[in-house]
């Protein structure tokens, strides 16, 4: 039990009625989340995470359109070398 009476289930996080040596949890927590608000060091690399995977999806659906247009570029090729051969 804590000193207030009721069951602290982190003895001496600091989260109930024990006192915490090191600070207050919750104190600490929302200084550290503070700085990672505050902080954009990660900012670009995610932009361009996000950025490669738009152009990845792109290129994944472009692909079929792209391979029929190929596929019959080569066919046209091979029947237009065919009569020259034969």
């Known amino acids: ?6 069951y602290n289930a982190f003895p001496g996080a ?3 009625g024990e006192s915490d040596t090191r ?7 929302a200084a550290r ?4 608000h ?7 690399l995610v932009e361009y995470v ?3 995977a738009v152009v ?6 472009g692909m079929g359109s792209l391979a029929s247009g190929v596929n019959s570029a080569f066919t046209k090729m091979a029947s237009v070398f065919g009569q ?3």
């Open 1 to 6: 039990m804590g000193s207030r009476g009721t």
């Open 14 to 16: 600091g989260w109930g």
């Open 23 to 29: 600070g207050h949890g919750m104190t600490r927590f």
């Open 33 to 36: 989340l503070d700085r990672l």
């Open 38 to 44: 505050q902080d954009d060091s990660g900012q670009g």
């Open 50 to 52: 996000l950025i490669l």
């Open 56 to 61: 990845g999806f792109g290129a994944v659906a």
């Open 84 to 86: 020259y051969i034969s």
